[in-house]
T-cell receptor, first 113, second 107 residues
Framework: EPEVTQTPSHQVTQMGQEVILRCVPI?????FYWYRQILGQKVEFLVS????????KSEIFDDQFSVERPDGSNFTLKIRSTKLEDSAMYFC???????????FGEGSRLTVL | GIQVEQSPPDLILQEGANSTLRCNFS?????LQWFHQNPWGQLINLFY???GTKQNGRLSATTVATERYSLLYISSSQTTDSGVYFC?????????FGAGTRLTVKP
């Protein structure tokens, strides 16, 4: 069964460092998303991406964040200068259509020290 | 933005018991999904159910879109059902999650 894959599963970084989280969405999906979940809290929407551009983003997704689909298969989330409060589980998701079922990856746990 | 409320926030059951989890949302939606987050943090798709009723084994879900709620039923609960159950709804291009129901099933 096709699935969304994410790497790394866990990353530890120092405050101020750049981090890139990678996702390979399901191959025939057209809509891509990043969500995050701070430990013990609910899952929060960060950004949606369609047709090689951001279609919607939340207030969390500030100038420190960027997304890219560099090669037609990977979908990346970059955090330019990490802060302690960026520590969270980051989930990538994809769907066939804008209102269709979302399929989530297993998450990348980011720990900022 | 759309508000999603889940109840109860916490639920403790004895193995074998049945339960109903509720999700209320504040506006019409195009998509509603139920997820189970397991102890390893993975989000497992349970149901894609913008309306109607679906069943999958011991789990079933019903969404009444006109009344803006969805219910997740768990029958004959097992310890492996423990975890957090999230309802998530989508109106435009972003899916919003509720705060979840933390279910603990005791042997």
């Amino acid at each position: 069964e096709p699935e969304v894959t994410q790497t790394p599963s866990h990353q530890v970084t120092q405050m101020g460092q750049e981090v890139i989280l990678r996702c390979v969405p399901i191959s025939n999906h057209l809509y891509f998303y990043w969500y995050r979940q701070i430990l013990g809290q609910k899952v929060e929407f960060l950004v949606s991406f369609y047709n090689n551009e951001i279609s919607e983003k939340s207030e969390i997704f500030d100038d420190q964040f960027s997304v890219e689909r560099p090669d037609g298969s990977n979908f990346t989330l970059k955090i330019r200068s990490t802060k302690l409060e960026d520590s969270a589980m980051y989930f990538c998701a994809s769907s066939m259509s804008g209102t269709g079922e979302l399929f989530f990856g297993e998450g990348s746990r980011l720990t900022v020290l | 933005g759309i508000q999603v409320e889940q109840s109860p926030p916490d639920l403790i059951l004895q193995e074998g018991a049945n339960s109903t989890l509720r999700c209320n949302f504040s506006d019409s939606v195009n998509n509603l999904q139920w997820f189970h987050q397991n102890p390893w943090g993975q989000l497992i798709n349970l149901f894609y159910i913008p309306s109607g009723t679906k069943q999958n084994g011991r789990l079933s879900a019903t969404t009444v879109a006109t009344e803006r709620y969805s219910l997740l039923y768990i029958s004959s609960s097992q310890t492996t059902d423990s975890g957090v159950y999230f309802c998530a709804v989508e109106r435009s291009d972003d899916m919003r999650f509720g705060a979840g129901t933390r279910l603990t099933v005791k042997p």
